[in-house]
Nanobody, 126 residues
Framework: QVQLVESGGGLVQAGGSLRLSCAASGRTESPYAVGWFRQAPGKERQFVAYINWNGGTTYYTDSVKGRFTISRGYAKNTVYLQMNSLKPEDTAVYYC???????????????????WGQGTQVTVSS
């Protein structure tokens, strides 16, 4: 079992920045990939960013490329999502997810992840 806890959400003005954290605990000795997803009110949850088990591969949805950066912390048990140039349309609950199965391609589908955090709210005002 891997437990995930997100933090770092909040209210920010358009153009501002936030850094989300996803802290993993439990059976973290196994390598795991992490994805960030978000769900806006009335919409389906969508993929945002992915990082593989060693940080060597990252992947982003088109709408956040050049603005968001996913990275692994030095201790490797924390994954960050640095969000710059935020827009009102980035407003959503952000979730991190983890999967210990090794995949060749970036995992962008919810069903590919076994472990999920509870989410953190990000609100961007115009």
């Amino acid at each position: 079992q891997v437990q995930l806890v997100e933090s770092g959400g909040g209210l920010v003005q358009a153009g501002g920045s936030l850094r989300l954290s996803c802290a993993a605990s439990g059976r973290t000795e196994s390598p795991y990939a992490v994805g960030w997803f978000r769900q806006a009110p009335g919409k389906e949850r969508q993929f945002v960013a992915y990082i593989n088990w060693n940080g060597g591969t990252t992947y982003y949805t088109d709408s956040v490329k050049g603005r968001f950066t996913i990275s692994r912390g030095y201790a490797k048990n924390t994954v960050y999502l640095q969000m710059n140039s935020l827009k009102p349309e980035d407003t959503a609950v952000y979730y991190c997810a983890a999967e210990t199965a090794i995949a060749i391609a970036p995992m962008t589908q919810e069903g590919q992840y076994e472990y999920w955090g509870q989410g953190t709210q990000v609100t961007v005002s115009s």
